[in-house]
T-cell receptor, first 115, second 117 residues
Framework: DSGVTQTPKHLITATGQRVTLRCSPR?????VYWYQQSLDQGLQFLIQ???????AKGNILERFSAQQFPDLHSELNLSSLELGDSALYFC??????????????FGDGTRLSIL | GNSVTQMEGPVTLSEEAFLTINCTYT??????LFWYVQYPGEGLQLLLK?????DKGSNKGFEATYRKETTSFHLEKGSVQVSDSAVYFC????????????????FGKGTKLSVKP
């Protein structure tokens, strides 16, 4: 058990809809990272938050947004969903703001299926 | 740009065979290197890491050495078990000394390992 909790585990919805994925980091971790895992693109970094503020941005679409709340949990919002958004979305957390010496701990992911 | 290249899978081995999964990287700055493992239906788990050249990371019988001259971080295990069947990801993280650090991981495509009894 990594200590990172993601909900829901599975999400099935239709094109054009909006969904929210939730992540609770490990106790004491201040950073939350979001990754997307798809068959064609592999594992791609989307966005990082550190102590409530956006820290780094990766290949995140404009239709996607995220935030980190005062209790450090994070939400990833996906809107105007398309078939290509079907993927496994992982959240990871680390103690500090990032840096090569800080391992990231991953949740079990949310599998999003767009019909 | 920064990237990680892993050998394509799947890799199928018999129990007690020797395992090598090749990983090379391209990076600016001074990356740290990681191997993560993903068991079916689960998230990624950190297997081992190395933060500077010539460091050797090891865990659960797996080893990898950070080779700056060949920009490689190959994963090895002397004797695999059925329980090692999983997908293995090589990854790098950059730490920049200006304007703070960048901690996100850049992953390879993953290599699926199947070990037969």
């Amino acid at each position: 058990d990594s200590g990172v909790t993601q909900t829901p585990k599975h999400l099935i919805t239709a094109t054009g809809q909006r969904v929210t994925l939730r992540c609770s980091p490990r106790s004491g971790d201040l950073s939350v990272y979001w990754y997307q895992q798809s068959l064609d693109q592999g594992l791609q970094f989307l966005i990082q938050y550190y102590n409530g503020e956006e820290r780094a941005k990766g290949n995140i679409l404009e239709r996607f947004s995220a935030q980190q709340f005062p209790d450090l949990h994070s939400e990833l919002n996906l809107s105007s969903l398309e078939l290509g958004d079907s993927a496994l979305y992982f959240c990871a957390s680390s103690v500090g703001g990032g840096g090569s010496n800080q391992p990231q701990h991953f949740g079990d992911g949310t599998r999003l299926s767009i019909l | 740009g920064n990237s990680v290249t892993q050998m394509e899978g799947p890799v199928t081995l018999s129990e007690e065979a020797f395992l090598t999964i090749n990983c090379t990287y391209t990076a600016t700055g001074y990356p740290s290197l990681f191997w993560y493992v993903q068991y079916p239906g689960e998230g990624l788990q950190l297997l081992l890491k190395a933060t500077k050249a010539d460091d050797k990371g090891s865990n659960k019988g797996f080893e990898a050495t950070y080779r700056k001259e060949t920009t490689s971080f190959h994963l090895e295990k002397g004797s695999v078990q059925v329980s090692d069947s999983a997908v293995y990801f090589c990854a790098l993280s950059l730490s920049m000394n200006y304007g703070g650090s960048q901690g996100n991981l850049i992953f390879g495509k993953g290599t699926k390992l199947s070990v037969k009894p």
